[in-house]
Every structure is written in C-alpha cells, then in structure tokens.
C-alpha cells in the first residue's frame, strides 16, 4: 500500500512539473519589449536607390520612417539586411526624441540617448537600462528589392 502510494505520489509530482514548464514556456511572447505597440509594416526600397547610398557597404544604415518610432535598416553584407524598430523597448512611449534608437556616431552601436540603452547591430542589448533587445521586422531581399514587413 504504501509503495502504490509513493509511486502515485511521484507520477503526480512529475505531472505537475511537466505542466509547470508548459505553462512557464507558453507565457513567452514574440514581441520584443514590453509596450511597443504592434504596428503594421509593409515596406518595399530599392537597395541601388540613390536614396539608400548607405546601404551599398556592409554595416551601412538608413532610417524609414515607418512602424511605430521608425525603421533603422542595416546592411550586414551583400545578400543580409536586417530591420529594427527604433522605439527603445526600455521606455517606448517616450516622448521624442527619447525613446527612439538611432546610430551611435562611431556607428559601432545603437543608442537611445536619453536612457543610455545600447544596442549591437543584430539588435541585442549591450548596456541597460534596456533588458530586451529591439523589435526586428522580417526582411527578404529580391534582386535589388528589399521587403520589410511584420
């Protein structure tokens, strides 16, 4: 009796771990930062465009002016371009221009000025107060056309 008890005991504390991680693993968003309103994105440019002259080196950067604070879209070679929100996920709501990522001047890193959040150039946080890194829109690149969109 007490064996069959021990055993029940021990299958019901292995469920309830399992269900434990579940519900901690479906708690998890895709949106990167707390805040960040979700804004369609469905953008098109011309990567040869003489508006986009950045955008022809690697690690070269234009701004958009679309989703919710803007667009920084970044050359990582030839065939990768990533794009990033700019509304800081530390304090999005900011009004402007805090709140609102852009280059750092050593263009090495992206910055929010007024909270000081620091960002690499694939949008993951090097310094706080930021603990979530920038919202990143998908990209595909067709030719010379890059699509931007969420």
């Known amino acids: 009796m007490a064996a069959s008890l021990v055993k029940a005991f021990t299958t019901t504390s292995k469920l309830l771990s399992l269900l434990v991680l579940f519900l901690l693993a479906s708690c998890g968003s895709d949106s990167q930062g707390p805040g960040i309103p979700n804004v369609p994105v469905s953008e098109q440019i011309n990567v040869n465009s003489q508006l986009y002259t ?3 080196q ?3 950067y234009v ?3 679309s989703g919710y604070k803007g667009i920084i879209v970044i050359r990582q070679n030839a ?3 990533l794009a990033f929100e700019r509304a800081c996920p ?3 709501t900011a009004d ?3 709140g609102q990522v852009e280059a750092d001047q050593s ?3 992206m910055v929010d000025a007024c909270c000081g959040s ?3 150039f694939q949008g993951g946080v090097m310094a706080g107060p930021a603990v979530y890194g920038l919202r990143q829109y998908r990209t595909t690149l067709n030719g010379t056309l890059l699509s931007i969109f969420n």
């Open 54 to 56: 950045r955008l022809r």
């Open 58 to 60: 690697d690690g070269g």
């Open 63 to 65: 701004y958009l002016n």
């Open 79 to 81: 065939n990768l371009y």
């Open 90 to 92: 530390y304090d999005p």
């Open 96 to 98: 402007a221009p805090c």
């Open 107 to 109: 263009n090495l890193f």
């Open 118 to 120: 620091q960002f690499n």
